[in-house]
T-cell receptor, first 110, second 114 residues
């Protein structure tokens, strides 16, 4: 079993839809939870950063962490074609070594 | 002005050759990394340097040797390239080893070993 599981998709939704992306993990020591966005042929860029459990909102993006269920989510409201990318969850214990999920490939159709 | 830049962007080479990838960051960060992304998009850390000192060395073959001449540069040299080395290699940096979760990535080097 991988430490971090993420459905690779692909996921295709119409413009304006609410998108839900998820990861599960097995290591209860993880404390830092991130979402990175990766456009084709580019490096990942940090989208959301959360410490421990709870919600964090930034514009159209909301990150949720449920440590009791070992489950994290990223919600995108009013999705736009420019949101089309691969979304990677990542987590760490704070010892620098990030563990990444496989990434979910998302397409927003105009 | 590109924050983390790596060269070359594409590298096509024969098995058995030796090649290098260079990385530079102009963010003033103390910590730099090499990550490998395979064909299934899994991104895995290979090495991490903090102020020119090696601090993370994952289970990577000895054929891979990182070198940090100063804290703004981290190069990766690969000896005796094998087919399985084909992947995208990303350089990244973080402000310091404490804020390691906030990574800034370069655009990647697509390595194809024939």
């Amino acid at each position: 079993q991988k430490e971090v599981e993420q459905d690779p998709g692909p996921l295709s939704v119409p413009e304006g839809a609410i998108v839900s992306l998820n990861c599960t993990y097995s290591n209860s020591a993880f404390q830092y939870f991130m979402w990175y966005r990766q456009y084709s042929r580019k490096g990942p860029e940090l989208l959301m950063y959360t410490y421990s459990s709870g919600n964090k909102e930034d514009g159209r993006f909301t990150a949720q962490v449920d440590k009791s269920s070992k489950y994290i989510s990223l919600f995108i409201r009013d999705s736009q074609p420019s949101d089309s990318a691969t979304y990677l969850c990542a987590m760490s214990q704070g010892a620098q070594k990030l563990v990444f999920g496989q990434g979910t490939r998302l397409t927003i159709n105009p | 002005d590109t924050a983390v830049s790596q060269t070359p962007k594409y590298l096509v080479t024969q098995m058995g050759n030796d090649k290098s990838i260079k990385c530079e960051q102009n963010l003033g960060h103390d910590t730099m990394y090499w990550y490998k992304q395979d064909s299934k998009k899994f991104l895995k850390i290979m090495f991490s340097y903090n102020n020119k000192e090696l601090i993370i060395n994952e289970t990577v073959p000895n054929r891979f040797s990182p070198k940090s001449p100063d804290k703004a540069h981290l190069n990766l040299h690969i000896n005796s390239l094998e087919l399985g080395d084909s992947a995208v290699y990303f350089c990244a940096s973080s402000q310091d080893s404490v804020l390691a979760e906030k990574l800034f990535f370069g655009s990647g080097t697509q390595l194809s070993v024939l």
